[in-house]
């Protein structure tokens, strides 16, 4: 009666290995509960007949204990009627209909050599010691009933089984973000921890349960990024620029428009101000974008990449306010190239962010030698890269002293 959609599928629908990564706080641990209840008691949609055998497996086996068992949201907590008994010397849940749940800590990998189950509820997957070796002994014990079945909950890692496992045909993948069990939570819980940890990478895998990967060949890394992070630049700046690169067409199933705003302070400081991209069906509008983002920072010029549209561009910009100043700039070079010596000021420390760009951010760490995973156009990117390096790369023009309190 209290369950959320993402609590409580149809099983029918449902894989034989459900991974549900979540946020702290998201529910995790309670859906883990009330499937093991719901699983040695039949009840649909969770299960079609009653599982007599269940492995609960965590990272040691307090967090078993501690957690998943009787823990606030644990299985002794949720159990109603039929409450299991917990046998601790025996590691072990046992129920009045003869169902038994043993305990098991990814510590020890070999301790699932032997035992056989019909279910396992795996907890905290991401934090297992020997997690790809425990998770490999588990199947082989998932031999017994009619349909074995197994449930994940974590909070996502990009460790090597997650990774794995998202990919999988054989899964079912539950996203679950914290805010959306706020009803449950401390008052006050979700404004703290969004006010100290939103949009930072920390706050995205532990709140909004996403799965943040570094690409390896990445010219950016997510540390690289999270150095990077400032709440703003605490002096004047002296010049601020709108980068543009525009999609070769204005379809709408054209690239997006790259757009970033960046400035220099006195000290030879680059700043990230704002990330504008968007995906515009005609020219105008990203235009209007620009010009717009041109008067609100106080910019010296629009510089927009001309590779694709030559002067198509400028005059597009003109048609929505002439007096602006557009820099048209030309790519001689491929954009790793031109990238490089961007990332190289990112390691220098000359380049801030005055605040978080989630997608501009994964766009740089998944932009390797060929581009951006998946074939896709690294429009932030690119954008980004005009932007510094007419700040720091390029001349420096004349200087105007802003002040934006």
Not at 22 to 29: E, H, N, P, Q, V
Not at 53 to 61: D, H, K, P, Y
Not at 94 to 116: M, T
Not at 282 to 305: C, G, N, S, T
Request: hydrophobic share 45%; proline share 6%.
């Amino acid at each position: 009666m209290h369950a959320r959609l993402a609590q409580y599928p149809v099983a029918a629908r449902l894989r034989d290995i459900w991974l549900v990564m979540g946020g702290r706080g998201s529910g995790k641990t309670r859906l883990g509960a009330e499937w093991v209840n719901a699983l040695v008691r039949g009840f649909p949609p969770f299960a079609a007949h009653r599982y007599g055998r269940i492995a609960l497996v965590g990272e040691t086996l307090g967090d078993v204990r501690e957690v998943m068992i009787e823990g606030p949201s644990g299985i002794l907590a949720v159990s109603r009627g039929n409450r299991p008994r917990f046998e601790p010397s025996r590691r072990r849940l046992v129920w009045d209909n003869g169902a038994v749940a043993q305990v098991f800590s990814s510590e020890d990998p070999e301790s699932l050599r032997g035992p056989q189950f019909e279910a396992a509820w795996c907890d905290e997957v991401a934090k297992w010691k020997d997690a790809e070796a425990c998770f490999d002994m588990l199947q082989f014990g998932l031999r017994l009933g009619r349909r074995p079945m197994q449930l994940l909950t974590t909070t996502p890692k990009p460790v090597a089984l997650i990774r794995k496992l998202v990919v999988r045909p054989d899964v079912t993948l539950t996203r679950m973000r914290t805010e959306e069990n706020a009803a449950n939570l401390a008052a006050g819980f979700l404004k703290a921890v969004e006010r100290n940890y939103g949009g930072t990478r920390l706050g995205r895998q532990e709140l909004d349960g996403e799965l943040i990967e570094d690409r390896d060949d990445a010219l950016w890394t997510r540390e690289m990024i999270e150095v990077a992070a400032r709440e703003g630049p605490a002096e004047a700046l002296m010049r601020v620029v709108v980068a543009v690169d525009p999609p070769a067409t204005g379809r709408r199933t054209s690239d997006a428009c790259g757009m970033v705003v960046a400035g220099m302070a006195g000290d030879g400081t680059a700043w990230v101000l704002h990330d504008g991209t968007l995906r515009a069906a005609k020219p105008e509008m990203w235009a209007r974008q620009a010009v717009a983002l041109y008067h609100r920072f106080e910019a010296d010029a629009i510089v927009a990449e001309v590779n694709q549209g030559g002067d198509m561009v400028a005059s597009v910009i003109a048609t929505v306010d002439p007096a602006v100043a557009v820099k048209p700039v030309r790519a001689n070079r491929g954009k790793w190239v031109r990238a490089e010596p961007v990332a190289a000021l990112y390691t220098q420390g000359r380049v801030r962010h005055a605040g978080r760009f989630p997608q501009l951010e994964d766009e740089m760490c998944d932009f390797g030698p060929d581009g951006l995973s998946g074939g896709r156009s690294p429009d932030r990117v690119d954008a980004l890269v005009w932007a510094i390096t007419e700040l720091l790369l390029g001349r420096k023009g004349t200087p105007r002293i802003r002040d934006f309190s």
